[in-house]
């Protein structure tokens, strides 16, 4: 997106995936489809548990079961029953999102563009946020 020099990226998009729809290479239904697949391809909290041995499949399933009571998210529901520590919790979802799906290769697999095109608008995006970012820091 040109901007003329010295003139603040106010309504920029902040979002990749905003990005992609104001572009026209996606719709907001492919988006949150791609969302939603790369959310469903992230490990389970507790199966990175129980495979880096911090946990049992016992103490998942006793997790799992006390958070229909609660409400609370896995990690917090397994610190709060000491089936984990607060230090363990944020490691594990560290690498969970490590693991997360590459939202690219999301949109590729599902046909919405090729990966050159929205490389491309990946690699805009990520120069204009760096501009923006400049911009802000002179503002302030």
């Known amino acids: 997106m040109p901007r003329n020099v010295g003139e603040p990226a106010v309504n920029m998009p902040r979002l990749f995936e905003t990005r992609l729809v104001q572009l026209g290479l996606a719709t907001p239904s492919q988006i949150l489809d791609a969302i939603e ?3 469903a391809e992230r490990p389970p909290l507790g199966r990175l548990a129980v495979a880096r041995g911090l946990m049992t499949m016992r103490s998942v399933f006793r997790v799992v079961e006390a958070q229909a009571g609660s409400g609370l998210r896995f990690g917090d529901q397994a610190v ?3 089936c984990l520590r607060e ?3 944020f490691e594990l979802l560290r690498a969970q ?3 997360r799906a590459d939202f690219v290769s999301v949109l590729v697999r599902q046909g919405v563009a090729s990966r050159e095109v929205l490389e491309a608008a990946r690699s805009e995006f990520r120069r204009d946020s760096i501009e923006a970012d400049a ?4 503002m302030v």
């Open 37 to 39: 697949i790369a959310a």
């Open 135 to 138: 911009d802000l820091a002179r």
């Open 87 to 89: 230090a363990d919790l």
């Open 80 to 82: 709060a029953l000491g």
């Open 97 to 99: 999102c490590e693991m």
